[in-house]
C-alpha cells in the first residue's frame, strides 16, 4: 500500500487501528480497551496529530484513555501536545533523553526555536556532528523542517514512566510494552498485543524507507529485531510505512546487516571515515526511498559506532 496523498486510519484486527502516514511519514495506533483508547504515538506536528485524533472521533467514536509514545524523536513525540490532557506514558530512558536534549522545562511543557535542538530531537543528539555547519548535507535537514510547523516546537514530557516492561491486562488480551535495550536510539518500546497476534514496532522497523542509523546502537538493533522474529505475530505495524509482517521483519534485519558488514569491511581494509562514505555501497538497497540521503550518514554513522567499539 503506497499512500501519498494522505495519511489513513487502517484497522489492523478487531479493536486495533494503525494511522498510517502519508508517503512514508511517522505512524501511530490506537488500541481498543473497556476503559478508552491507548494511543501510540502522537505524530510529527500537532497539526498531523490534531489530524489523527480527529479521524479517531469519527471513525472509532471512543474516549481516549492513555497516549503511549515508543521513543522520543520529534516525528512520534511533537503532537504530544495534542494529547496533553490524556496520561503520557513512556520509557524511563525516553523522558531522560528529552531531559537532557531540551533542559529546565517551561511550565509543564518545553519550547525550541532554534535549528540544532529540533534538529537533535529529530535525528538524535549526535546529529550536528554527523551534519556540521558548513556541511553541503545540512541542506536536506534544513528543508526537513522548513514547514511552518517547525517554527515553534513545543514537546510535552511523558507524564508516567517504566523501566524495562509494562502490561496493560484486558478482558481477552494483554497489551504488553516491552524495552529490549538500546535499538535505533535509547528507550524504544514495542506494543505487543499477545492474542491479537500484532506488534507496533516504533523505529525498529521502517518499511519502504530505508532507515535512519544516526544515533542508533546497531548491533543492539539487529539484536532487537531477531527477538521480534522469534514472537507468534500475524501483523507488524512499522513506525514508517504500511503494515507488513515478519517476513519483512527479517529483510530489513538482513539489511542492517549487510550494511554493518559492509562498513565494518571498510574498517578491516583500513579506508577512513571520508573513503567509507563515498565508496560504501548498498546497490541491492538502493532503490529504496531515502537510500540517497541517508546511506553517506548512515555509512558515517556505523563508521563512528564500530570504530568505537
Ligand atoms: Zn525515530
Given amino acids: 500500500m503506497t499512500n501519498p496523498t494522505g495519511p489513513q486510519l487502517v484497522t489492523v484486527a478487531p479493536g486495533v487501528h494503525a494511522w498510517i502516514g502519508a508517503g512514508g511519514d511517522s505512524n501511530a495506533g490506537a488500541i481498543d480497551t473497556p476503559d478508552g483508547l491507548l494511543v501510540i504515538d502522537a505524530q510529527q506536528y500537532p497539526r498531523l496529530a490534531r489530524q489523527f485524533r480527529e479521524a479517531l472521533a469519527e471513525k472509532v467514536a471512543k474516549p481516549l484513555r492513555m497516549l503511549i509514545d515508543t521513543h522520543c524523536h520529534l516525528d512520534h513525540t511533537h503532537g504530544n501536545v495534542v494529547f496533553a490532557d490524556l496520561p503520557i506514558l513512556a520509557h524511563a530512558k525516553t523522558l531522560t533523553a528529552m531531559d537532557q536534549a531540551l533542559g529546565p522545562r517551561s511550565g509543564d511543557r518545553w519550547t525550541i526555536t532554534d535549528f540544532p535542538t529540533k534538529l537533535r530531537m529529530l535525528f538524535g ?3 550536528m556532528e554527523l551534519v556540521p555547519d558548513g556541511d553541503p548535507a545540512q541542506a536536506w535537514f534544513r528543508q526537513r523542517i522548513s514547514l ?3 517554527d515553534t516546537v513545543t514537546i510535552v514530557p511523558p507524564s508516567q514512566t517504566f523501566a524495562d516492561e509494562f502490561a496493560f491486562q484486558l478482558p481477552n488480551e494483554t497489551v504488553h510494552l516491552n524495552y529490549w535495550g538500546p535499538a535505533h536510539c535509547d528507550g524504544d518500546i514495542v506494543v505487543h498485543l499477545e492474542k491479537s497476534r500484532v506488534i507496533f514496532l516504533g523505529d525498529l522497523l521502517f518499511h519502504g524507507r530505508f532507515p535512519w542509523l544516526g544515533d542508533c546502537d546497531l ?3 539487529i539484536d532487537r529485531l531477531a527477538r521480534v522474529l522469534t514472537l507468534d505475530i500475524a ?3 512499522p513506525g514508517h510505512g504500511a503494515p507488513t509482517d ?5 529483510r530489513f534485519r538482513d539489511m542492517l546487516i549487510a550494511l554493518r558488514g559492509a562498513v565494518s569491511q571498510a574498517i578491516k581494509s583500513g579506508w577512513s571515515e571520508d573513503a567509507a ?3 560504501v555501497h548498498l546497490p541491492q538497497y538502493a ?4 537510500y540517497k540521503d541517508w546511506m553517506p550518514l548512515d555509512v558515517k554513522a556505523a563508521y563512528r559506532y564500530l570504530r568505537g567499539k
Fill in 148 to 150: 511552518p510547523d517547525y
Fill in 235 to 237: 501483523v507488524v505495524v
Fill in 277 to 279: 562514505v563515498r565508496d
Fill in 125 to 127: 543528539q549526535n546529529i
Fill in 287 to 290: 532503490g529504496i526511498n531515502r
Fill in 219 to 221: 548491533d543492539g538493533w
Fill in 246 to 250: 515478519l517476513a519483512a521483519v527479517a
